[in-house]
């Protein structure tokens, strides 16, 4: 007797292979059926752990992701975009200021609260002490999944220790992607089609000054494994320069609104530089007021639009910033549960609100709606632009909607 059961149950174990040789798509099903048929004691126990068969499940049909490890198919229904995390005000996470086991702590921190790019400023490669602290947090972090990314301040924001001596910058870094392959990522340069405040320099543009120290030349000598990623403003001027005379040199942008208060045109700014530029696209994400806000006598964001923002830059870029408060709850909730459809659904929700809120009119009761004129008046032009683009007939090469918002 048990000699027949011995064998029914390995003729079961042999055609339970042959399915799954032969019939791949049916493989969550049949593991199911394995558990019960080679697992009897599910048959009796009133608490079957279906939620542990499912996970079992999702493991086993799970596929590799470009870093080889393993994604269940729960989390395929997100992309899991990249996050990086701008010079934060938080000094336990200023990696560039920490040493030995601190940095190494830290770093592993960033990583397990879902962090992949850091990004710090860098004022002059000559100076002895800022070599030092790069090697050192290259040097660490060549050892992690971490990758950095240097910040060159441009004239609206450098001081009298910030070098532009571009073929410098680009010698120094080919020389530490060599060093560092793993941790040394590339370099972005802030506020690159901004405008200058100050009056002790005679380029109103930063786009202007670029042009005029010939950074294009000294791009032609960047490894392909230094990447490139300036930081563009959707208001900013002069940004159809960067798409004659930049865009081959260029890997990917880093993307901010001067008018991130409002983000009922967010997706639409963020779909047509897009198609603009062609390439992989990080939005910064504001969970705090910028210096250029508080001089207006703005609040700091509120929860619900962060939430939005993040609603919409996660569906519509290749990557998040987060501008320096990561201890912002919103953002910490948001590294948390970012896979989760609950929360997903939440701040799609909050992203409806926010933009009804923003669509009512200036007259209504909404703070939010009454910003300053600059904003007001580019939302009408982005508005305008994507009209035009969307109604431009199929196979129709129109560009007059870019002149618009590249002037």
């Not at 079961?12 to 199911?32: D, E, Q, T, W």
């Not at 971490?146 to 924001?157: A, G, Q």
């Not at 959707?234 to 005379?245: A, P, R, S, W």
């Not at 508005?383 to 129709?396: C, F, H, L, R, T």
């Given at each position: 007797?048990k000699?027949?059961?011995?064998?029914?149950?390995?003729?079961i174990?042999?055609?339970y292979?042959?399915?799954?040789?032969f019939?791949?798509?049916y493989?969550?099903v049949?593991f199911?059926?394995y558990?019960?048929?080679?697992?009897?004691?599910?048959?009796?126990?009133k608490n079957?752990?279906?939620?542990?068969?499912?996970?079992?499940?999702?493991a086993q049909?799970?596929?590799?992701?470009?870093?080889?490890?393993l994604?269940?198919s729960?989390q395929?229904?997100?992309?899991d975009?990249?996050v990086?995390l701008w010079?934060?005000?938080?000094?336990?996470?200023?990696l560039?200021h920490?040493e030995?086991?601190?940095?190494?702590?830290?770093?592993?921190?960033l990583?397990?609260?879902?962090?992949q790019e850091y990004?710090y400023?860098?004022?002059?490669?000559?100076?002895p002490?800022?070599?030092k602290?790069?090697?050192?947090?290259?040097k660490t972090?060549?050892?992690?999944?971490?990758?950095?990314i240097?910040i060159?301040l441009p004239?609206?924001?450098?001081g009298?220790d910030?070098?532009?001596d571009?073929?410098g910058?680009?010698?120094y870094?080919?020389s530490?992607?060599?060093?560092?392959p793993?941790?040394?990522e590339?370099?972005?340069?802030?506020?690159?089609?901004w405008?200058s405040t100050?009056t002790n320099?005679?380029?109103?543009n930063?786009?202007?000054?670029?042009?005029?120290?010939?950074?294009s030349?000294?791009?032609?000598?960047?490894?392909?494994?230094?990447k490139?990623?300036?930081?563009?403003?959707?208001?900013?001027?002069?940004?159809?320069?960067?798409v004659?005379?930049?865009?081959n040199f260029i890997d990917?942008l880093?993307v901010?609104?001067?008018?991130y208060?409002?983000?009922?045109?967010?997706?639409r700014?963020?779909d047509?530089?897009?198609?603009?530029?062609?390439?992989?696209m990080?939005?910064i994400v504001y969970?705090?007021?910028?210096?250029n806000?508080?001089?207006?006598?703005?609040s700091p964001p509120m929860?619900?639009?962060?939430?939005?923002?993040l609603?919409?830059a996660?569906?519509?870029?290749?990557g998040?910033?987060?501008?320096?408060?990561?201890d912002n709850?919103v953002?910490?909730?948001h590294?948390r549960?970012?896979?989760?459809?609950q929360y997903?659904?939440?701040?799609?929700?909050?992203?409806?609100?926010?933009?009804?809120?923003e669509?009512?009119?200036?007259?209504g009761?909404?703070k939010i709606?009454?910003?300053?004129?600059?904003?007001?008046n580019?939302?009408?032009?982005?508005?305008e632009?994507?009209?035009k683009?969307?109604?431009s007939?199929?196979?129709e090469v129109?560009?007059k909607?870019?002149k618009?918002i590249?002037?």
């Amino acid at each position: 007797m048990k000699v027949a059961i011995l064998v029914i149950f390995l003729f079961i174990g042999i055609f339970y292979s042959l399915l799954i040789a032969f019939f791949p798509s049916y493989s969550n099903v049949l593991f199911i059926l394995y558990h019960v048929v080679y697992d009897p004691l599910h048959l009796l126990s009133k608490n079957i752990d279906h939620q542990g068969i499912i996970q079992e499940t999702n493991a086993q049909s799970g596929i590799k992701n470009g870093n080889n490890s393993l994604t269940t198919s729960r989390q395929l229904n997100t992309e899991d975009i990249t996050v990086g995390l701008w010079t934060p005000m938080n000094n336990s996470f200023a990696l560039q200021h920490l040493e030995g086991e601190d940095q190494k702590e830290a770093i592993d921190t960033l990583l397990n609260k879902g962090y992949q790019e850091y990004y710090y400023v860098m004022n002059n490669f000559e100076d002895p002490k800022s070599l030092k602290l790069t090697e050192s947090l290259l040097k660490t972090a060549n050892k992690t999944n971490l990758k950095i990314i240097i910040i060159l301040l441009p004239p609206s924001e450098g001081g009298s220790d910030t070098s532009y001596d571009w073929h410098g910058w680009i010698r120094y870094f080919n020389s530490l992607e060599k060093k560092y392959p793993s941790s040394f990522e590339g370099f972005t340069i802030d506020d690159f089609n901004w405008i200058s405040t100050k009056t002790n320099t005679k380029f109103k543009n930063n786009i202007d000054f670029m042009e005029y120290t010939m950074l294009s030349k000294s791009l032609e000598h960047k490894s392909k494994d230094v990447k490139f990623y300036p930081t563009i403003y959707f208001e900013g001027k002069k940004t159809g320069i960067i798409v004659k005379k930049y865009n081959n040199f260029i890997d990917g942008l880093v993307v901010a609104s001067g008018c991130y208060y409002n983000i009922s045109i967010l997706e639409r700014q963020l779909d047509m530089f897009s198609e603009i530029f062609k390439k992989p696209m990080r939005y910064i994400v504001y969970p705090t007021i910028t210096y250029n806000y508080s001089r207006l006598d703005y609040s700091p964001p509120m929860d619900r639009l962060i939430m939005a923002t993040l609603s919409i830059a996660s569906k519509s870029s290749h990557g998040l910033i987060v501008w320096r408060d990561l201890d912002n709850p919103v953002i910490q909730e948001h590294m948390r549960y970012r896979h989760d459809k609950q929360y997903l659904l939440d701040i799609s929700n909050s992203k409806q609100a926010q933009i009804k809120e923003e669509m009512m009119d200036t007259n209504g009761k909404s703070k939010i709606s009454k910003l300053h004129t600059g904003c007001s008046n580019w939302a009408k032009k982005y508005n305008e632009a994507y009209d035009k683009w969307i109604n431009s007939p199929k196979g129709e090469v129109d560009d007059k909607w870019k002149k618009t918002i590249l002037h």
